[in-house]
């Protein structure tokens, strides 16, 4: 029994990635400060409707959330960071947005939904 803590370290420090960059940008693109950038823009940034409504009964709004499928990571970087009328406006490390961005990039271009 007391072997077991010379392995220890191994179980600590062995792997350097618990998590994969993919597994990373997952997490925080479904929650980022807790809100998630995918009930906005869909699950692969494809976009989506976030709320649709009659106005005064009569004319039809719809307020949608954009694709960010093909943003680049400048655009990206410089649109969380602002204010919008609807999007909230977020305070994100250079490192958090760019795994983000490479989120974004990897599950469209395997085309996979989801990694589970
Ligand atoms: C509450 C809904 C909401 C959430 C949450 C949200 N967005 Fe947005 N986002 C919008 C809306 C609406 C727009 C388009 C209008 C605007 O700029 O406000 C937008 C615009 C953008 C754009 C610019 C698209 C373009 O074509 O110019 C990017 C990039 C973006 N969002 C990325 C993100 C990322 C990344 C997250 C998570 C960190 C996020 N958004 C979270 C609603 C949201």
Redesign the pocket.
Known sequence: MKKLWLFLPIFLFGSEDFITDLEYGQM??KN?RG???A???GLKGEGKV?VSYLKKNKERVT??????RQ?SLS??KA??ARN?????K?Y?TTEE?TA?YYYIQMINQKDKGDIE
């Open positions: 925080l693109y980022p809100i998630s950038c009930s906005c823009h976030i307020i949608y959330g954009s694709d960010i943003i655009k990206l649109t969380v919008h009328p609807i999007m909230p977020y994100l947005v983000i």
